[in-house]
């Protein structure tokens, strides 16, 4: 099983570009979640998904955005990149609950200059 | 936003040395997980603690709930070199079934 793909793996934006950063599942989950992590700091949730069509901001939503059109895929999408999102971006996915074990992708490692 | 506030930040020790540490609230939290995050790698989830009070093994790694539902606590055995990285608390707060409060890590390196 693949599990939590994400891709792609590194990327380096400059100031106001956009990009999407991909995130799938093969395990049928319903809950997706889209977290950042900088340098020295644990997780901070940018949004989350319940289920196909069900997305909902987290602790630090601003300069993004979501969409979940299918149970497999919840991309997230940059509008304007700016130094402040640098981070590594992890997304997960869980069943039914956040209490359950949540599955990791390995990570998007981001940099803005 | 609920903080968690874990507990070393960092630990250096020696191979076989036991390892503590811990993660504190200031508001309940209803589930407490430990996850591991080896470099370049997503959190893997170790142990999931569902009751206060709740203790729960995981091999070497033995995790509590504390009965006032504001701390938990991670106890790692005889520690050994693949234990090096960096150790995650999380939890879910009451009526926030969605959403998990992630604590700032403990790193841990083990020193030759």
């Known amino acids: 099983n693949a599990g939590v793909t994400q891709t792609p793996k590194f990327r380096i934006l400059k100031i106001g570009q956009s990009m999407t950063l991909q995130c799938a599942q093969d395990?049928?989950?319903?809950?997706m979640y889209w977290y950042r992590q900088d340098p020295g700091m644990g997780l901070k949730l940018i949004y989350y998904?319940?289920?196909?069509?069900?997305?909902d901001k987290g602790e630090v939503p601003n300069g993004y955005n979501v969409s979940r059109s299918t149970t497999e895929d919840f991309p997230l999408r940059l509008e304007l990149a700016a130094p402040s999102q640098t981070s590594v971006y992890f997304c997960?996915?869980?069943?039914?609950?956040?209490?359950?074990?949540?599955?990791f992708g390995d990570g998007t490692r981001l940099s803005i200059l | 936003g609920q903080q968690l506030n874990q507990s070393p930040q960092s630990m250096f020790i020696q191979e076989g040395e036991d390892v503590s540490m811990n993660c504190t609230s200031s508001?309940?939290?209803?589930?407490w997980l430990w996850y591991k995050q080896d470099p370049g790698e997503g959190p893997v989830l170790l142990i999931a603690?569902?009751?206060?009070?709740e203790l729960t093994s995981n091999g070497r790694l033995t995790a509590q709930f504390g009965i006032t539902r504001k701390d938990s606590f991670l106890n790692i055995s005889a520690s050994i070199p693949s234990d090096v990285g960096i150790y995650f608390c999380?939890?879910?707060?009451?009526?926030?079934?969605?959403?998990?409060?992630f604590g700032t890590g403990t790193r841990l390196t083990i020193i030759p």
């Open positions: 603690l569902y009751k206060a009070g």
């Open positions: 997960a996915s869980t069943y039914y609950s956040s209490n359950q074990p949540q599955h």
């Open positions: 999380a939890g879910q707060p009451p009526g926030g079934n969605e959403k998990l409060t």
């Open positions: 998904s319940v289920g196909a069509g069900i997305t």
């Open positions: 508001s309940i939290f209803n589930t």
């Open positions: 395990m049928n989950h319903n809950y």
